[in-house]
């Protein structure tokens, strides 16, 4: 990938006036009553009614957006998705033109029966709400019911002609065909949908166990509902993931009898704990990019994570029914919070322990270990299937290094000593052997041990760190803590777009 700044889709969640105040704390859909179900639209009064702003958005005059809004909503509806009951009906044209951050937030809160489709012809609204100019669009439920209706009764969504005049600073002008993707993904919110980073983590250069096993997904199988606009010819339609998220939440009959669900629970290591916070996946074994779901464990929980009734489950819906499926447990990217998050804790937790696969009876929850890369298939509609998280790796440590400088441009250090092994001295004990690194600014870091085939043995390091010099130690063990063998292995750091590699030598 080249170096391409990303661009943040905003899913907002404004509060309510005399209905309800949402928080932005919601994994599977965006926004839970306090009675732990997601906030929908009422499907007895489908279509949806929205109600477009007057004036152009950049370039695109009124009736052409009018157009590309028409078109792209659509993708989300029956016509569209067979298991969806979404529907949508253009409901007239507002009065006004608006054109800034105040009459933005006036039409918001009107208790008018509207749900308005603002278009900021030039990115000026954008600005007026305080928001980055990065932002494309944003939208959300505005006002919802009291439990136990929970239904979203106004919504709103605001498109950022910016990226539609021919003229930014930052070159991120986008095309008509693209531009009607990022209103996909908006109405995606606007109809309690949260972001999925499904698939398109990997272009991010995020690591994922299903990668491991079945390779890099292609570009095509990137979520609508995945935070960042990637640049990378994602798909403009709905994907696995994002139809099985609708249907989820606005199921048509078909859905409910023709597809099923794997349900379980994330634990801790101790096996009784739940953990809530954890991106939970399924792939098809057949069809792992194309044929897979994604929910964040406790996604049901509302205001407490540790909710005894909610904590830890998991619900992957819409499976293909006689298929089976890898279970996954993946850490939320860390890119992805506020604007951007995915699941009910914004700024995603980080896993202590190796991510892994679910592998039935050999998942360990007595303080052992199971191997992570090992894993049972499970079939669609099977329940109780939990997954212990493995004990934190062991001996690894950062230290800060006391002048701590900060380089120019990524580094990587010689490791020390090396070869490394047993020690010389008699006492039969492992050496660990030391790696050091430095970063260039504030940025996510990976740094891993890959035998000479190029299999990844161990992670040492995968996380946000701060600029300056690092030391990680590898203590020549796998994930699973076992001894690696003798011979050449090779250690890479990846930070930003820029990967170094070096290699050393372990002598038992
Ligand atoms: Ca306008
Ligand atoms: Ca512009
Ligand atoms: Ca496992
Ligand atoms: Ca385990
Ligand atoms: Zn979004």
Known sequence: MKNRNLITLIGLVVSGLFLLQMQMMAGGALAISSTNKPYKWDVSRFPIKYHVDLGNCGLQSNEAMQELVANSIAKWTTSHIPYSSVQFEFGGLLD???????????????????????????????????????????????????????????????????????????????????????????????????????????????????????????????????????????????????????????????????????????????GVTPLTGANVVARNVNDPFHDVASQVSGALTADNPDDPDFAGYFTLSGLT????????????????????????????????????????????????????ANWTAVAAGSNGIHIILNNAATAVEEQDNLSNPVPASLQLFANYPNPFGRKVDGSGQMMDTSISFAIPRNETVHLAVYDILGRKIRTLVDKDMPAGQWTVKWDSRNETGQMVADGVYFYRITSGTTSITKRMLFLD
């Open 96 to 270: 006004v033109d608006v054109t800034t951050g105040e009459k933005f937030e006036e039409v918001e809160l009107a208790q008018d029966n509207k749900n308005p489709i603002i278009f900021d012809v030039d990115g000026s609204i954008v600005k007026d709400l305080g928001m980055d100019e990065s932002v494309i669009g944003l939208a959300s439920p505005v006002y919802v019911t009291q439990p136990p209706l929970t239904r979203i009764v106004k919504g709103i969504a605001l498109l950022n002609g910016d990226f539609l005049d021919g003229n930014r600073r930052d070159g991120h002008e986008m095309t008509t065909e693209e531009f009607g993707a990022i209103i996909l993904h908006e109405f995606g919110h606007f109809l309690n949908l949260d972001h999925t980073q499904v698939n398109g983590h990997h272009f991010i250069q995020d690591s994922d166990p299903g990668f491991e096993l079945y390779g890099d997904p292609p570009i095509s199988s990137v979520s609508i509902m995945f935070p960042l606009s990637l640049g990378l010819g994602e798909p403009t339609e709905p994907q696995a993931d994002d139809i099985r998220a609708i249907a989820s939440l606005y199921p048509t009959t078909a859905f409910t009898n023709e597809t099923k669900s794997i349900t379980g629970r994330i634990l801790l290591p101790d």
């Open 321 to 372: 029914a006689g298929a089976n499926y890898t279970i996954e447990v993946v850490n939320i990217n860390s890119r992805f919070n506020t604007n951007s998050s995915v699941g009910p804790i914004n700024v995603p937790i980080v896993l202590d322990a190796p991510e892994e696969f679910y592998n039935a009876g050999d998942e360990s929850g007595n303080g052992a270990s199971d191997n992570p």
